[in-house]
């Protein structure tokens, strides 16, 4: 794994949404099927219509190890993109984990597996495979542009997207917002003098 895929993987989404002024959040409907689920991966896209998840399998084929697949399924949530067969082959294959605008299938076989995804929830209906979607493209999930090879961190709270151009600005300003918080709560934390003082100067501003 790269250098900065380890250091992200290490923040919290909420300080690295902060460092983004919250613009690059996905839709908070987007959430692991275990809250343990935590992924830092490049984005390999897919752009797939509704029902139809030929594309996803194409991009499965494609991927790289550690790589996370984006999946815009135009947020449909009545016919799953994949179930525990094809999750358990990413899984082989080496990829890090799903992101979906979309739901799947056979959640209990899939937890098993204990392999990370995150998605909208779970349905019964497969999906077809006309063949219709792209890979490697610029896409929108959950709300958010996304290209190939930005940067996607999920955890327990969400996902976000970090883009290629700016990741390295993002990561130390994620960096100091963590450090931030952590010298604030130990200064605040259990201090009754303290906690009323912030209040005092945040309802003051």
Avoid at 2 to 24: H, Q, R, V, W, Y
Avoid at 167 to 175: F, T, V
Wanted: proline content about 4%; aromatic content about 4%; some cysteine.
């Amino acid at each position: 794994m790269e250098n900065i895929l380890k250091e992200f993987l290490e923040l919290p989404t909420t300080c690295i949404s902060d460092a983004m002024e919250g613009l690059n959040n996905l839709d908070s409907a987007i959430k692991p099927l275990k809250e343990e689920y935590r992924i830092a991966g490049r984005a390999l896209t897919v752009k797939m219509p509704v029902g139809d998840n030929l594309a996803a399998l194409k991009a499965m084929r494609n991927a790289q190890p550690g790589e996370v697949l984006v999946i815009d399924a135009k947020g449909d949530t009545y016919r799953a993109i994949a179930g525990d067969f094809v999750i358990g082959m990413a899984q082989t294959l080496g990829i890090q984990g799903f992101v979906v605008d979309g739901v799947i299938r056979d959640v209990q076989g899939i937890k098993k597996l204990d392999f990370p995804v995150f998605c909208k929830g779970t349905a019964v209906a497969a999906s077809g495979k006309a063949g219709v979607g792209e890979i490697n493209v610029p896409i929108s999930c959950g709300g958010v542009s996304i290209n190939p090879g930005d940067i996607i961190v999920g955890d327990a709270d969400g996902v976000v997207v970090i883009p290629q151009s700016k990741e390295q600005e993002i990561l130390r300003k994620s960096q100091d917002k963590l450090e931030k918080d952590i010298n604030r709560e130990a200064k605040i934390s259990g201090n009754t003098e303290a906690i009323l003082k912030y209040l005092d100067d945040m309802l003051t501003r």
